[in-house]
């Protein structure tokens, strides 16, 4: 059975930085895509970033420059460091992988952050 396991959420004040870290029970992690979303109450779920299995990214317009996903595919660990943190970016952070061949998505139970003098 695939798990995902966030961690790294909490309190962080405006314009700091914060690191949240998925770690998966997956065997061949490497052949999975990973994602992380955001979702505010009462608002859709947002994609913020996605990493390729072979490690190429890509951002939500509004997190380029500040957020930074990457993987460890030796650890089965995925991360997303945010930089310069703001009031609106408190929420819910959910990580999520696909298996490539599959498809089968899994998801993380999520992990809040708040952001906040």
Request: charged content about 15%; some cysteine; hydrophobic content about 35%.
């Amino acid at each position: 059975q695939v798990q995902l396991v966030e961690s790294g959420g909490g309190l962080v004040q405006p314009g700091g930085p914060l690191r949240l870290s998925c770690s998966a029970s997956i065997s061949l992690f490497d052949i999975y895509v990973v994602r992380w979303y955001r979702q505010a109450p009462g608002k859709q779920l947002e994609l913020v970033a996605t990493i390729s299995h072979v490690g190429s990214t890509s951002y939500a317009d509004s997190m380029k420059g500040r957020f930074t996903i990457s993987r460890n595919n030796a650890e089965k660990k995925a991360y997303l460091q945010m930089n310069t943190l703001r009031p609106e970016n408190t929420t819910i952070y959910c990580c999520n992988t696909e298996n490539l061949i599959t498809r089968s998505p899994y998801w993380g139970q999520g992990n809040q952050m708040i952001v906040s003098a």
